[in-house]
């Protein structure tokens, strides 16, 4: 009498490709509604306080909040799955959500790197600069729900598009590491010229509004151009971030809710980093050899199993050894002034 597969609990196996997940519609649903209560929460708080300035102490009690939710509902999860699946399988899931969670919330250090640049680029009022975050972490998480479900369909049908997903990687790691340090040169975003050239622009901002006018009169503000720009930007952190998860786990559960989860704290992280920016210039660097070691893990699937403890504490190491060195060297002293 053989033993049941993994895969029949809705779990990968170390060899099969599968469209199936341990996400059912108690775990799905749960998941969804956890997610709309917190976004609720987070949206009736922002509007009782009104526009204003976040202060580093509100932010920091925010994404404490929002870590703390991501860290319960992993726990919720390892206790789901030990009632129904076995204490084996509860273990690995919750260690790969964790480790996606980890991965995808340091990357998105970048994506708040990025946001604080074009801020200060269009002069962003710091009480408008909620209100761009919350746009763009509704929209981050309709895209990554979209691209999720086309990689997963596509790594189940076609073993060779992980393959792909290693060298992309691997390549954009290395690019990565050789733009370190150096300040993107916003005049030449061919989006932004585009932009510009071809919008009815007006140079103030008019409060929240986008636009102003109607039909031919319409005139666009500054806050749309930072939009757009915000929305580009998400576009290409997640095809940059999604693929890194898919060496940790197939599962579209797993994938999805850890992205979702470190997405969410974005808006609290940014106003947490926002003045500690150039304190972590060796962040980069880290993040890079990231994104290496997960591509180069990922062309190595079938010829090397890195365990997964092993990877979380390799990605963890990469990160605190950056973070560490930047607080140690300053600025000034790794340029050698």
Do not use: C
């Given at each position: 009498?053989?033993?049941?597969?993994?895969?029949?609990?809705?779990?990968?196996?170390?060899?099969?490709?599968?469209?199936?997940?341990?996400?059912?519609?108690?775990?799905?649903?749960?998941?969804?509604?956890?997610?709309?209560?917190?976004?609720?929460?987070?949206?009736?708080?922002?509007?009782?306080?009104?526009?204003?300035k976040v202060g580093f102490r509100e932010a920091l009690y925010w994404s404490l909040g929002w870590v703390g939710l991501a860290l319960a509902f992993n726990a919720g999860l390892w206790w789901y799955l030990h009632e129904t699946a076995?204490?084996?399988?509860?273990?690995?899931?919750?260690?790969?959500?964790?480790?996606?969670?980890?991965?995808?919330?340091?990357?998105?250090?970048?994506?708040?790197?990025?946001?604080?640049?074009?801020?200060?680029?269009?002069?962003?009022?710091?009480?408008?600069?909620?209100?761009?975050?919350?746009?763009?972490?509704?929209?981050?998480?309709?895209?990554?729900?979209?691209?999720?479900?086309?990689?997963?369909?596509?790594?189940?049908?076609?073993?060779?598009?992980?393959?792909?997903?290693?060298?992309?990687?691997?390549?954009?790691?290395?690019?990565?590491?050789?733009?370190?340090?150096?300040?993107?040169?916003?005049?030449?975003?061919?989006?932004?010229?585009?932009?510009?050239?071809?919008?009815?622009?007006?140079?103030?901002?008019?409060?929240?509004?986008?636009?102003?006018?109607?039909?031919?009169?319409?005139?666009?503000?500054?806050?749309?151009?930072?939009?757009?720009?915000?929305?580009?930007?998400?576009?290409?952190?997640?095809?940059?971030?999604?693929?890194?998860?898919?060496?940790?786990?197939?599962?579209?559960?797993?994938?999805?809710?850890?992205?979702?989860?470190?997405?969410?704290?974005?808006?609290?992280?940014?106003?947490?980093?926002?003045?500690?920016?150039?304190?972590?210039?060796?962040?980069?660097?880290?993040?890079?050899?990231?994104?290496?070691?997960?591509?180069?893990?990922?062309?190595?699937?079938?010829?090397?199993?890195?365990?997964?403890?092993?990877?979380?504490?390799?990605?963890?190491?990469?990160?605190?050894?950056?973070?560490?060195?930047?607080?140690?060297?300053?600025?000034?002293?790794?340029?050698?002034?």
């Amino acid at each position: 009498m053989s033993t049941p597969k993994p895969a029949a609990l809705g779990v990968f196996s170390d060899r099969e490709q599968s469209v199936d997940s341990i996400g059912n519609g108690w775990l799905w649903g749960g998941f969804t509604l956890l997610v709309a209560l917190a976004l609720w929460v987070d949206l009736a708080l922002m509007r009782r306080g009104g526009l204003h300035k976040v202060g580093f102490r509100e932010a920091l009690y925010w994404s404490l909040g929002w870590v703390g939710l991501a860290l319960a509902f992993n726990a919720g999860l390892w206790w789901y799955l030990h009632e129904t699946a076995g204490q084996a399988v509860a273990s690995r899931v919750g260690l790969e959500f964790l480790t996606g969670y980890l991965v995808e919330k340091a990357l998105a250090v970048d994506n708040i790197f990025v946001f604080l640049m074009l801020f200060t680029y269009f002069g962003v009022p710091e009480q408008q600069r909620q209100r761009v975050l919350v746009i763009g972490v509704l929209g981050a998480i309709v895209l990554r729900a979209i691209l999720i479900f086309i990689g997963a369909a596509l790594v189940a049908r076609f073993h060779w598009v992980l393959y792909l997903f290693g060298a992309f990687l691997l390549l954009t790691g290395i690019k990565m590491w050789l733009a370190a340090g150096q300040t993107p040169d916003l005049e030449r975003n061919p989006l932004l010229r585009w932009l510009t050239a071809h919008l009815p622009l007006i140079r103030r901002y008019q409060g929240s509004a986008l636009w102003i006018g109607r039909g031919r009169r319409r005139r666009y503000t500054p806050l749309f151009v930072v939009l757009a720009m915000i929305a580009i930007t998400d576009v290409i952190f997640a095809v940059d971030s999604i693929p890194a998860i898919f060496a940790i786990t197939t599962d579209p559960f797993i994938v999805l809710t850890s992205n979702v989860f470190a997405v969410l704290g974005l808006r609290a992280m940014f106003f947490l980093l926002a003045g500690m920016a150039e304190r972590f210039h060796l962040l980069s660097y880290g993040l890079a050899l990231v994104l290496a070691f997960i591509g180069g893990k990922m062309l190595l699937i079938d010829v090397v199993r890195i365990p997964l403890p092993l990877a979380l504490g390799t990605v963890a190491a990469i990160i605190g050894a950056s973070v560490a060195l930047s607080l140690l060297r300053p600025p000034h002293a790794a340029g050698g002034k």
